[in-house]
């Protein structure tokens, strides 16, 4: 029997990553998106709202999935401090919600959290390190985190900074900053924010080995280098072989809204330990693999 597979927010930018790796695999694939049905590859996504709980549940059961990986969320820093209540209601009631229907169905559950759980005091965050989240999103994301950790056989995947082109046809940062290079809207990034990025392609694919597997707790992934939003704009620029021109360096203490963590470099040590078969490719290498012109 192949395994069923349930992946959530398979219309968001990672999400879109994971249905094309898991497409073509040995695998039976539900995806959920938050918005309208659309086609996710050649899987039809069903509309499933994160924060209505009977709802979530027919869907749930419809779906019998063996493992889930919960990459829905309410991801933007801006928009979860401008709305903590949906942020709340959807990363953390939703999730908690979807890891109760996993418990009751003895589903595995992996959930892709975040570097922003941690305060950014000192940076190279290892498992073991005490989360403090500046944000209301690196909150929602903690809460989660917790409900996901009650049960014994799920697993807590914390991600840095991910790039990569869009496959869902929306724009994400990484989209942006090429756009600005090319003559676009300028694109301000931080000198002094410093995070291991990740490319989505590489994020896509340890998560579906993470998720085949029975390791359990939680596991950081980040990128094999650490570097600031603006030497990451200025690599780009070099792999394309172009000035600068239409990226603002800037800093921390000018961006609009909470303040942002200084350094969240993640310590990707026991992942690599424990998956060291898996591609793990500097930044450059990615972008060569993920097809940036």
Request: with cysteine; charged share 20%.
């Amino acid at each position: 029997m192949k395994p069923r597979v349930l992946v959530t927010g398979a219309t968001g930018h990672l999400g879109s990553y994971l249905m094309r790796e898991l497409t073509g695999r040995q695998f039976d694939v539900t995806a959920w998106g938050h918005t309208a049905t659309t086609t996710v590859g050649r899987i039809s996504s069903v509309p499933v709202d994160l924060t209505d709980p009977e709802r979530l549940t027919v869907a749930f059961r419809n779906a019998r999935p063996h493992v889930v990986i919960h990459a829905g969320a309410m991801a933007s820093v801006v928009e979860c401090c401008g709305n903590p209540a949906r942020a709340v209601a959807v990363n953390a009631c939703g999730t908690s919600s979807l890891a109760g229907l996993c418990h009751a169905a003895g589903a595995r559950l992996v959930y892709v959290s975040t570097d922003l759980v941690f305060d950014g005091a000192r940076g190279c965050y290892s498992e073991v390190d005490r989360v403090a989240p500046t944000s209301v999103y690196g909150q929602t994301k903690v809460t989660g985190e917790l409900a996901v950790l009650a049960e014994s056989r799920n697993v807590v995947v914390r991600v840095s900074w991910m790039f990569g082109p869009s496959l869902n046809g929306r724009k994400n940062f990484f989209v942006e900053q090429v756009e600005a290079l090319r003559g676009g809207p300028p694109k301000t990034l931080y000198r002094d924010e410093w995070r291991t990025p990740l490319a989505l392609s590489t994020a896509a694919r340890a998560l579906i080995g993470i998720a085949m597997s029975d390791v359990s707790g939680v596991l950081h992934e980040g990128g094999p280098e650490r570097m600031s939003r603006w030497e990451g704009g200025e690599r780009l620029a070099a792999y394309r072989g172009t000035e600068t021109t239409g990226l603002m360096c800037g800093h921390r203490p000018d961006g609009p809204g909470e303040p942002r963590p200084r350094d969240v470099a993640l310590d990707s040590r026991r992942w690599r330990g424990l998956f060291p078969h898996e591609q793990w490719p500097t930044f450059e290498q990615a972008l060569v693999e993920m097809g940036v012109r």
